[in-house]
Each structure stands twice: as C-alpha cells, then as structure tokens.
C-alpha cells in the first residue's frame, strides 16, 4: 500500500525518532534516527532533490564546535550568535545552554529546522529559527558571532561558507568552526583553538573516533 506523504514533520519527528541524550554531550538531549524511523518518508514530501536528513544525526564538527561552547560559556555568553546550517540544532542549543543572548539556526531543509526547533524545546532553549540560505546575502543584523559545525563537505558550500564568513567578519563579527578536516576547509582562514576526540556520528553505530577541531575564522 503506497505510503502517505508526512505534512507535519514535526509529529514525524516526536513519533518516529527517539529523543536520547548525545554520548559525549550528555547535557544536551535529540532526537535521533533510528534504524526504523523511516526518514524516507519525509523526504517523499519534497520530492526527489529533497536534501538528506543530517539534521536527524550528529556531525564531528558540530559535536566538537557544541563542546568547545559548554567548555567555554564565555566564547558565547550575552552574545547573538548565527549557527549557519544548524541541522539538528545542537551548536546552538550549545550557545544557548552557554548563555548567549540569542541564536538564530538557518538551514536550508525545512525538516532541519523543525527538528531544530523541537530540539531546543527538549533542552529547555529556545532558538530562532530560519529557513534560508544566508550564504547568499550580506551579514546578517543583529549578530555578533557566527557558528558553523561541518559546512565543508562540499567544494562549492564550502566556498560560499567561507565567502559569507569573510563578509561577516569584515562586518566586525566573530565566527568559529568546528569540522574534523574536512578536504575544502579553508586552513589559510583558520586559527586552531581546541582538538577534540568524537565517536558520536553518523548513525552512532560502533563509530570508530575520529579527530575533531574547532577554529577561529580570521
Ligand atoms: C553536515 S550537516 C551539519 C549540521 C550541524 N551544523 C551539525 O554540525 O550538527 C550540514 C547542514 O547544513 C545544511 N546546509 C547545507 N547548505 C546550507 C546552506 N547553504 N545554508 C544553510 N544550511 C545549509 C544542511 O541542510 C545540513 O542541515
């Protein structure tokens, strides 16, 4: 029997995945996908080019960028920070758990961005969100620290990134990375602050660790 499309994610979300504290966060609690959460499902709704779930599993770079922001609440407190590509929101439930005064999360995928808002509800924050791609356009108002957990996986992402990084810091704002060296990160743009050891991704199978940063954008 065909299956229907889900027009509410967030209800698929809180029926088909299991909110479970992170492994190496164990302050902050997702929801995460299981082997029969059926996130196919979801993306029936947006078609063929709908982007892939990465908002329903954890990422080394956001895992060590979260760390490194509840091992360093004063890297972010009263602050208003951008988590760019926030996917299931965990950086910025970070900042928020670390006392920033704001966060806006922007993703792409509209299924991000409910998770990311079911998310922060689960741990007690509350997170903007917006679905954007802000990688396009000038720096945003109202910010003053942009961070950014595993954005480049991709040649030309990763080249807009860091675009948008260099306009925002032009602009007198702040950013940090967090990503497990990936092949197009921008090292001549990277000030190393903090190496982390994670385990915690992808489906979180028995994942070997893996070596983590986290970076000052200059
Ligand atoms: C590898 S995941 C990382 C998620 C999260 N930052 C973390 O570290 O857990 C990449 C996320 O970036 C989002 N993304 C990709 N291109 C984007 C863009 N141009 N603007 C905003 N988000 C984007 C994807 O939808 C996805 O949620």
Not at 11 to 24: C, Y
Not at 58 to 78: K, N
Not at 81 to 86: A, I
Not at 164 to 177: K, N, Y
């Amino acid at each position: 029997m065909p299956q229907r499309p889900i027009a509410d994610p967030e209800a698929f979300i809180k029926a088909h995945l299991k909110l479970v504290a992170v492994p190496s966060l164990p302050r902050v609690r997702l929801y995460r996908a299981q082997p029969t959460s059926g996130l196919w499902r979801l993306a029936e709704v947006s078609g063929k080019d709908a982007p892939s779930p990465y908002w329903a599993y954890g990422w080394a770079g956001g895992l060590a960028l979260a760390r490194y922001v509840l091992e360093h609440p004063e890297a972010v407190e009263g602050r208003r920070v951008l988590d760019l590509g926030t996917g299931s929101g965990l950086v910025g439930i970070a900042a928020m758990l670390s006392d920033a005064a704001s966060v806006l999360a922007a993703d792409i995928d509209p299924n991000a961005v409910a998770a990311a808002g079911l998310n922060a509800k689960a741990n007690g924050v509350a997170l903007s969100t917006r679905l954007a791609d802000l990688t396009a356009g000038p720096p945003p108002a109202g910010v003053d620290l942009v961070l950014v957990g595993d954005l480049f996986y991709d040649p030309d992402l990763a080249r807009r990134v860091a675009g948008f990084l260099g306009r925002c810091r032009a602009a007198g704002m702040e950013a940090l990375v967090g990503d497990p060296g990936r092949a197009f990160l921008p090292h001549e743009r990277l000030t190393r602050l903090a190496d982390y050891p994670v385990s915690d991704f992808g489906d979180g199978m028995g994942a070997a660790a893996t070596a983590s940063a986290v970076f000052r954008f200059t």
